[in-house]
């Protein structure tokens, strides 16, 4: 019996490399894209794969029977919009919103033969949007949008499309947080170091208390495989009590509530 295969992006670490191993473990054939390939272990390829370089995008045609993809690569790009370098939130959308069009677009074939399935991983920024994580967020927002259209223009080759929205998730992301926000910091200028000392310091210290609610990256790796494996699968697959809570709360809030919510969160 031949065994299904996926192709996941970003798996040289974090939820990449938690889910290639996970479904490696459940039975999948699993192709790891990575930058710089490495080996992971039994039935994983690994596959050499920047989602913004057009020659690995265009060497996906040359992989055998494929049933599913999973788009996880991302990057991270912080601070206030006002201070964004625009070279870099091109860069932020270019790696987490065009890179995924383009490696779906590029194994659809493959997917539409197998009446396969496109899982995009989000985040609940892709739902709500916090301060200092704009550009950030902007990318999740615009993967939900993109995920939404294609779940209704694949229907008629019942290609399932689904998101999953992780919220804070004990990866090298969040390990590494406080150096990310130091880089961040030293890159504002003195102006706005000082216009923004109070956004520092409340992002400072909601990100000591988020950091004490990491949850294990095998939650997301689950809820991957059951975006793969669900007879029915759903729209969205939040991850994590607080990713679940902020969508209650989003649902349910108007927006001034929710603005003077969050403000109070991080310290504004």
């Not at 912080?78 to 201070?83: A, C, L």
């Not at 130091?182 to 102006?191: D, M, R, W």
């Not at 000082?194 to 520092?200: D, E, K, M, P, V």
């Amino acid at each position: 019996m031949l065994m299904p295969s996926v192709l996941i992006t970003g798996a040289a670490r974090g939820i990449g490399r938690a889910s290639a191993l996970h479904l490696a473990a459940a039975g999948w054939n699993v192709y790891a894209g990575m930058r710089v390939p490495e080996p992971l272990g039994d039935r994983i390829t690994p596959v050499r794969l920047d989602v913004t370089n057009d020659d690995h995008i265009e060497q996906l045609g040359d992989l055998p029977q494929l049933d599913a993809v999973v788009n996880n690569a991302g990057i991270f790009v912080g601070g206030p919009v006002e201070t964004l370098d625009l070279d870099e939130l091109r860069h932020q959308l270019e790696v987490n919103v065009v890179g995924q069009v383009a490696v779906t677009q590029a194994v659809l074939p493959k997917l539409r033969a197998r009446r396969g399935r496109v899982v995009f991983v989000s985040s609940a920024n892709g739902r709500v949007s916090a301060p200092m994580t704009g550009a950030y967020g902007a990318s999740k927002f615009a993967l939900e949008a993109i995920a939404d259209a294609m779940r209704i223009e694949l229907r008629p080759w019942h290609i399932g499309v689904s998101l999953v929205e992780p919220g804070v998730i004990d990866t090298d992301m969040w390990r590494n947080s406080d150096t990310t926000l130091k880089e961040t910091i030293a890159a504002l200028s003195p102006a706005h170091r000082t216009l923004y000392a109070r956004h520092i310091t409340g992002l400072t210290k909601a990100m000591v208390r988020m950091r004490r609610g990491t949850q294990p990256v095998s939650m997301v790796a689950q809820a991957v495989e059951r975006a793969l494996t669900d007879k029915n699968p759903k729209a969205r697959y939040p991850v994590g009590k607080d990713a679940r809570a902020q969508e209650v709360l989003r649902a349910i809030l108007p927006t001034r509530v929710m603005d003077a919510l969050l403000a109070r969160v991080f310290g504004i």
